[in-house]
């Protein structure tokens, strides 16, 4: 199957700065045909941040919409979620998954984000 791993997370960062999540994905890789970032607050429902398509067709959610930007290397199987203009209310445990085209899904472990005032 597919096995992700995020990584990027994990310090303080400062509201206004920028942060770069990645996701490396192995195991049956050609088998994925969309990927995307969650996140996950304390005492909040996990919600979907953006995701990509094997098409490169891109959605976001309204509060990340011209802050985040997803992108994806298929080469390296590679999913990268630049994240600027960090506001307090991004902070979370963000998660990456994919979806296979047997409408599998795949979940990775997770990494916090931490966004000080």
């Known amino acids: 199957q597919v096995q992700l791993v995020e990584s990027g997370g994990g310090g303080l960062v400062q509201a206004g700065g920028s942060l770069r999540l990645s996701c490396v994905a192995s195991?049956?890789?050609?088998?994925?045909?969309?990927m995307g970032w969650y996140r996950q607050a304390p005492g909040k429902q996990r919600e979907l941040v953006a995701t990509?398509?094997?098409?490169?067709?891109?959605k976001y959610a309204d509060s990340v919409k011209g802050r985040f930007t997803i992108s994806r290397d298929n080469a390296k199987n590679t999913m990268y979620l630049q994240m600027n203009s960090l506001k307090p209310e991004d902070t979370a445990v963000y998660y990456c998954?994919?979806?296979?085209?047997?409408?599998?899904?795949?979940w990775g472990q997770g990494t916090q984000v931490t966004v000080s005032s």
């Open positions: 998954y994919t979806r296979d085209t047997y409408y599998l899904d795949y």
């Open positions: 195991g049956s890789t050609g088998s994925i045909s969309a």
């Open positions: 990509i398509t094997s098409g490169s067709g891109i």
